[in-house]
């Protein structure tokens, strides 16, 4: 079945380091969702990617989405401690399907 | 708009009870999920429907049952709680227009303990 590997599985960052996360799929997806969720809370929806090679900006983050569709990246620039928490991708085949969650720790 | 709405928050069950937990959206929305959380896991996939009266199994669907009556609610039903369903269980809502998908909205989640 659909399969989505998210790495690394967490990372310690210095505040205004960058961060990136991986996430990749076993089948072609038809889109890709990123969430994150601050300790304690919940899942909260970030973007979708949904063409091919597609690039997308919100502020200091950025995602892609690889050329195969099966591969995507979530990248931060300049870290802040707001930036804490765990980034999720979702892999939007038949049925959506989360990777195991990049969990960023921030030291200010 | 509440959005989605899970309730308890928190449960406590000793091994071979069963219960529901309970989820609700007012936003129309067609696709609901139940999905459980376990530390280094992510979130894994219990069921999941695409309409009212229309349901399948996820990743993990053993020891669960839901059913869709209506768009608003999706419970999800443990048969016979076991320690290994101590979780947290996270119900979410999205929807499609014109063909294009749009991101799940999550409820806050119920914290279930087995003992």
Same mark, same amino acid.
């Given at each position: 079945?659909?399969?989505?590997?998210?790495?690394?599985?967490?990372?310690?960052?210095?505040?205004?380091?960058?961060?990136?996360?991986?996430?990749?799929?076993?089948?072609?997806?038809?889109?890709?969702?990123?969430?994150?969720?601050?300790?304690?809370?919940?899942?909260?929806?970030?973007?979708?990617?949904?063409?091919?090679?597609?690039?997308?900006?919100?502020?200091?983050?950025?995602?892609?989405?690889?050329?195969?569709?099966?591969?995507?990246?979530?990248?931060?620039?300049?870290?802040?401690?707001?930036?804490?928490?765990?980034?999720?991708?979702?892999?939007?085949?038949?049925?959506?399907?989360?990777?195991?969650?990049?969990?960023?720790?921030?030291?200010? | 708009?509440?959005?989605?709405?899970?309730?308890?928050?928190?449960?406590?069950?000793?091994?071979?009870?069963?219960?529901?937990?309970?989820?609700?959206?007012?936003?129309?929305? !067609?696709?609901?999920?139940?999905?459980?959380?376990?530390?280094?896991?992510?979130?894994?996939?219990?069921?999941?429907?695409?309409?009212?009266?229309?349901?399948?199994?996820? !990743?993990?669907?053993?020891?669960?049952?839901?059913?869709?009556?209506?768009?608003?609610?999706?419970?999800?039903?443990?048969?016979?709680?076991?320690?290994?369903?101590?979780?947290?269980?996270?119900?979410?809502?999205?929807?499609?227009?014109?063909?294009?998908?749009?991101?799940?909205?999550?409820?806050?989640?119920?914290?279930?303990?087995?003992?």
């Amino acid at each position: 079945g659909q399969q989505v590997m998210q790495i690394p599985q967490y990372q310690h960052v210095q505040e205004g380091e960058d961060f990136t996360t991986y996430c990749n799929s076993s089948t072609t997806l038809s889109n890709i969702q990123w969430y994150k969720q601050r300790p304690g809370g919940h899942p909260v929806f970030l973007i979708q990617l949904v063409k091919s090679g597609e690039v997308k900006k919100q502020k200091r983050l950025t995602f892609q989405f690889g050329e195969a569709k099966k591969n995507s990246s979530l990248h931060i620039t300049a870290t802040q401690t707001t930036d804490v928490g765990t980034y999720f991708c979702a892999g939007k085949g038949f049925k959506t399907i989360f990777g195991a969650g990049t969990r960023l720790f921030v030291k200010a | 708009n509440a959005g989605v709405t899970q309730t308890p928050k928190f449960q406590v069950l000793k091994t071979g009870q069963s219960m529901t937990l309970q989820c609700a959206q007012d936003m129309n929305h !067609e696709y609901m999920s139940w999905y459980r959380q376990d530390p280094g896991m992510g979130l894994r996939l219990i069921h999941y429907s695409v309409g009212a009266g229309i349901t399948d199994q996820g !990743e993990v669907p053993n020891g669960y049952n839901v059913s869709r009556s209506t768009t608003e609610d999706f419970p999800l039903r443990l048969l016979s709680a076991a320690p290994s369903q101590t979780s947290v269980y996270f119900c979410a809502s999205s929807y499609s227009r014109q063909g294009k998908n749009y991101g799940y909205t999550f409820g806050s989640g119920t914290r279930l303990t087995v003992v």
